[in-house]
């Protein structure tokens, strides 16, 4: 299983930016795929996901600013970031939590991190 994720990049504070995220390979069921980021200094944080089922997660500090959506179609997560600020800054991580067959152990993967850059 591979995840590949795009976007990012540099904006000034207020706008928006998107992600997207798509995993391949061998896929029986995604439990949930997401982002998460990591600042300078500081821990790894969730910021949205999606479950399976159709329930998001977003944490507190996005949640009216950012939307986390699926392709039902595909194993394809976009998250939309508007109203951008200086402390969204950090590397933005796509992750998926997922069996790759039927009767596999659940799987934790992660894609190369996305630099995003909010400039005040």
């Known amino acids: 299983v591979q995840l590949q994720a795009s976007g990012g990049g540099l904006v000034q504070a207020g706008g928006s930016l998107s992600l997207s995220c798509t995993a391949s390979?061998?896929?029986?069921?995604?439990?949930?795929i997401g982002w998460y980021r990591q600042a300078p200094g500081k821990q790894r944080e969730l910021v949205a996901s999606?479950?399976?089922?159709?329930?998001?997660i977003y944490a507190d500090s996005v949640k009216g600013r950012f939307t986390i959506s699926k392709d039902n179609a595909k194993n394809l997560v976009y998250l939309q970031m508007n109203s951008l600020q200086p402390e969204d800054t950090a590397v933005y991580y796509c992750?998926?939590?997922?069996?790759?067959?039927?009767?596999?152990?659940?799987?934790?993967?992660w894609g190369q991190g996305t630099l995003v850059t909010v400039s005040s």
């Open positions: 999606w479950q399976y089922g159709g329930n998001t």
């Open positions: 390979g061998s896929i029986f069921r995604v439990n949930a």
């Open positions: 992750n998926a939590n997922l069996y790759e067959r039927l009767r596999s152990p659940v799987g934790d993967y």
